[in-house]
């Protein structure tokens, strides 16, 4: 299970009722953490390929830096960084190389912590961006995750930086410097924010490099609701993007059939997994294609509106 594979650091007990609320994932098998750590402390990610990444969470003061939520480690980024590090094991036969990041130039966007792109650069990645939030707070931890976790001559040869960037901002000086640049995108627990899936898929769509196979990558948990993650699959369309596959797994590793509409009864342990692909032109498209274009306009309108 996902969730065996970080360990935080001890918290103090002070009230009895503390000792259920950290076992709720013991005493509700079914009703398990999508999110660890408590802010300002360490957390280790177990990686069974890498071993031992011992993280630092952001202790945010202010509102603005709260509700980035870049404090925690999300079940997403634990499965990413498995993708990503199993694809590069020499040691599994079967492994899947479509998660691979060898060589290539990626980006992640809303780094967090930066389990994702740390685990990329350990794998080989020709070029790591972390990005998240242009919040010195935030920033500045997922620089002491970097230096702590990535060899000096690793952050040098694979060009490891951390930039802060706002989804769907793209007319500073990084975004105009790296259009169309990246092979891989990653995005782990992005879509939690309805407002922001416009800016989101703005970003994937401006710095995804025109090459044949670069890819986005974009892991997100149900305990958001169903209904948030269909709307950001909606609105790529006019992003110009399109899904290549998309499915959902559990924290157990089991798989199925991605759908629009289901009862989530256990959604704190299901997460959706897709892989992007920049999408056809205008005169590309067949007659159905351009209405759910057009449909995704609609969309990026609304969500535009209420951000």
């Known amino acids: 299970m996902l969730t065996f594979l970080v360990r935080t650091a001890q918290v103090p007990v002070e009230q009895p009722e503390d000792v259920y609320s950290n076992a709720v994932g013991l005493l509700f098998p079914d009703n398990i953490r999508t999110f660890h750590g408590d802010p300002g402390r360490d957390i280790t990610y177990l990686s069974r390929r890498f071993g031992d990444i011992k993280l630092t969470l952001a202790d945010p003061l202010q509102q603005e830096d709260r509700t980035l939520f870049a404090h925690f480690v999300w079940n997403s980024g ?33 780094a967090g912590t930066g389990i994702v792109g740390i685990t990329s650069a350990l794998a080989g990645g020709g070029e790591i961006v972390l990005s998240d939030y242009p919040s010195q707070k935030v920033l500045a931890n997922l620089r002491v995750n970097v230096e702590r976790n990535i060899p000096q001559d690793l952050r040098t040869e694979a060009k490891v930086a951390v930039q802060g960037h706002e989804w769907g ?21 992005c879509l939690w924010m309805d407002t922001n899936h ?65 009862e989530d009864k256990e959604r704190n342990r299901w997460m959706v997994v897709a892989i992007l692909k920049r999408g056809k032109k205008v005169e590309e498209l067949s007659g159905k294609e351009k209405q759910q274009r057009f449909y995704a306009s609609m969309l990026m309108q609304k969500s535009n509106r209420h951000a």
């Open 198 to 262: 416009f800016g989101l898929a703005q970003s994937i769509e401006h710095f995804l490099s025109d090459k044949e196979g670069a890819r986005a990558w974009v892991i997100a948990g149900f305990h958001t609701g169903r209904a948030k993650l269909v709307s950001f699959f909606d609105i790529i369309v006019q992003a110009r993007l399109e899904v290549e596959r998309i499915w959902e797994r559990d924290a157990d590793g089991n798989d199925r059939d991605w759908e629009r509409d289901r």
């Open 78 to 110: 634990i499965q990413m960084a498995e993708f990503i590090s199993q694809a590069s094991d020499p040691a599994r036969e079967n492994r899947d190389r479509k998660w691979n990041v060898g060589n290539e130039s990626v980006l992640e966007l809303g």
């Open 169 to 189: 901002v793209l007319t500073d000086e990084f975004s105009t410097a790296n259009a169309r640049h990246f092979t891989r995108i990653l995005c782990a627990d």
